[in-house]
């Protein structure tokens, strides 16, 4: 069976002499997958999505959505695929519901079909009420999610989101991040771009980073943060002395809860870092110590936790960070992705 979407040493120039914006991309996306396009403005993500969405030809290489070449079968192509782009493009003389109606007529969608599919999809996108409103009335993140609704109409099978949560509020993030999971469910393909490593990360079954129009990795988001050297780090700041030892004695009690620290099973590396909460002297007397693992880090807490007793130093905080996305990009590239 084909995959959803098959990306074959895609090069775009726009210009025979400058750089490529994509530069010999090549991943494929399977059936029903949440499947992310990740890195910083200019990667070349839009142009990637240009081209599979027949908006743009490419210099070389190939795209195929479920086996259909997206240059030689374009009309093919367009019936299968449903693009939402990064500025929404509603006919500002239509309602709502109209909106939707005229997109499924346009693509052959028979009457009856297309008012169910219009009931049904603003009531999945939470529309319903707004069905009368003109679009010009929306709020950003209402007709963002009229753009998806209408591009669902004609029952397309791979969905591309430009960017989809750009400019929106949390509360319409959120809304739209439920959706597109319920799009999943229903066996959608989706593929989209984004900047946001967090949407990467909550969002994306798999995420392909690129950056300068080539795929630097490509996987689950937790395989790409687990891959990455460092592990979990716990952090724990503790109470300072009051009064304040002297700075000897009480860089000597560190040096012996790092090294005890760092002596736990299943700890990778300890340190004594600077303190990271608040400011002022309460503050400023806090320590902070920091411990490294690869295991699971709720299973040494509770060792964490008895090295400081027994030191006879108080927590006043104690967390753990995963590795993100961010730390991925940057240990591929050096840079921050924004
Ligand atoms: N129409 C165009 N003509 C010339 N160059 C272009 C055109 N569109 C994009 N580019 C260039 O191609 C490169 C990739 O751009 P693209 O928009 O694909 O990146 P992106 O990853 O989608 O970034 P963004 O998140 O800013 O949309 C950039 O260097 C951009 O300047």
Do not use: W
Request: aromatic share 2%; with cysteine; glycine share 8%.
């Amino acid at each position: 069976m084909s995959h959803a979407v098959t990306v074959s040493e895609l090069v775009k120039r726009y210009h025979p002499h400058a750089p490529a914006a994509v530069d010999g991309l090549s991943f494929t996306v399977e059936r029903g997958e949440v499947f992310g396009l990740l890195g910083p403005n200019g990667a070349g993500k839009s142009t990637t999505v240009g081209v599979l969405t027949t908006r743009m030809l490419p210099t070389s290489g190939r795209c195929l959505l479920f086996g259909t070449d997206v240059v030689a079968r374009p009309a093919r192509a367009k019936r299968l695929l449903a693009v939402v782009p990064q500025r929404q493009n509603l006919d500002r003389s239509l309602d709502v519901r109209q909106n939707l109606l005229f997109h499924a007529r346009y693509h052959g969608v028979g009457r009856d079909e297309r008012v169910r599919r219009a009931a049904e999809l603003l009531d999945l996108m939470g529309l319903t009420d707004q069905a009368g409103q003109r679009v010009e009335r929306l709020s950003g993140g209402q007709a963002q999610r009229v753009v998806i609704a209408r591009a669902l109409m004609h029952a397309p099978r791979v969905l591309f989101l430009d960017e989809p949560s750009t400019g929106l509020d949390p509360q319409s993030r959120l809304f739209l991040h439920h959706r597109i999971r319920e799009l999943r469910e229903r066996g959608v393909t989706v593929v989209l771009t984004t900047h946001d490593m967090e949407e990467a990360e909550d969002l994306c079954d798999r995420v392909g980073i690129v950056d300068h129009g080539r795929l630097l990795a490509l996987d689950t988001p937790r395989a790409l943060t687990e891959a990455l050297p460092g592990g979990t780090t716990i952090t724990a700041q503790v109470r300072g002395t009051d009064p304040p030892t002297e700075k000897a004695e009480e860089a000597a009690e560190a040096a012996e809860i790092v090294a005890a620290l760092a002596e736990l099973p299943g700890a990778d590396s300890a340190e004594q870092g600077p303190p990271a909460r608040g400011t002022g002297a309460a503050a400023a007397a806090e320590r902070c110590f920091r411990l490294r693992t690869h295991k699971d880090p709720s299973v040494l807490l509770p060792d964490v936790l008895r090295v400081l007793a027994d030191h006879g130093a108080e927590p006043v905080g104690l967390s753990t960070a995963r590795p993100s996305l961010q730390d991925v990009f940057i240990s591929l590239t050096g840079r921050e992705l924004r």
